[in-house]
């Protein structure tokens, strides 16, 4: 290995070390996020934390001039409502990272013949949204896996 291949793995050592230090930091500050969302004119209010756990659910008093059904609906909309904020703060907390991982030199550029793939942030499949039963329901991966002709994906679960 040339003195220039050892300069640049040393770089790249320091910035892994770096990005590991980040990545820790960003763990600790997203397990404290939370996303909130309302439905039914604000009668219905859900919380979830980092993980899209459901923490907390409110009910206005005058929730009871809906119907159960109606009031079932308001409580999937406003947990569907705090994920997609949860997932927004996290996507927001993990974009410098993401960009700072587009400009690190690729795998392949010190050593010669490994896979690219490696230095590449996986896209996770987005998870159905209708209920189980629903005919709109389709699922996660089909159009891949049947273009390709291959197995499930493995994906990366939460971020």
């Known amino acids: 290995m040339s003195a220039a291949d050892e300069e640049l793995l040393a770089e790249m050592m320091q910035t892994v070390q770096a990005n590991m230090a980040?990545?820790?930091?960003?763990?600790?500050?997203?397990?404290?996020?939370?996303?909130?969302?309302?439905?039914?004119?604000?009668q219905v209010t859900v919380v979830v934390n980092a993980?899209?756990?459901?923490?907390e659910t409110r009910m206005d008093d005058e929730i009871v001039e809906l119907s159960p059904e109606q009031i079932a609906e308001a409580v999937t909309?406003?947990?569907?409502q705090a994920f997609a904020e949860m997932k927004r703060k996290t996507d927001e907390l993990v974009a410098p990272m993401r960009e700072r991982h587009v400009g690190m030199p690729k795998l392949s550029d010190l050593l010669p013949g490994i896979s690219d793939e490696?230095?590449?942030?996986?896209?996770?499949?987005?998870?159905?949204?209708?209920?189980?039963a629903s005919v709109e329901r389709e699922q996660p991966g089909a159009a891949r896996r049947g273009a390709r002709g291959a197995g499930?994906?493995?994906?990366?679960?939460?971020?």
């Open 22 to 42: 980040s990545l820790r930091e960003a763990y600790e500050q997203r397990a404290q996020l939370t996303g909130t969302g309302t439905a039914a004119d604000k």
């Open 77 to 80: 909309a406003a947990a569907q």
């Open 51 to 55: 993980d899209g756990v459901v923490i």
């Open 152 to 159: 499930p994906e493995v994906t990366e679960s939460s971020w």
């Open 118 to 132: 490696l230095n590449s942030f996986p896209t996770p499949v987005a998870a159905p949204t209708t209920p189980r």
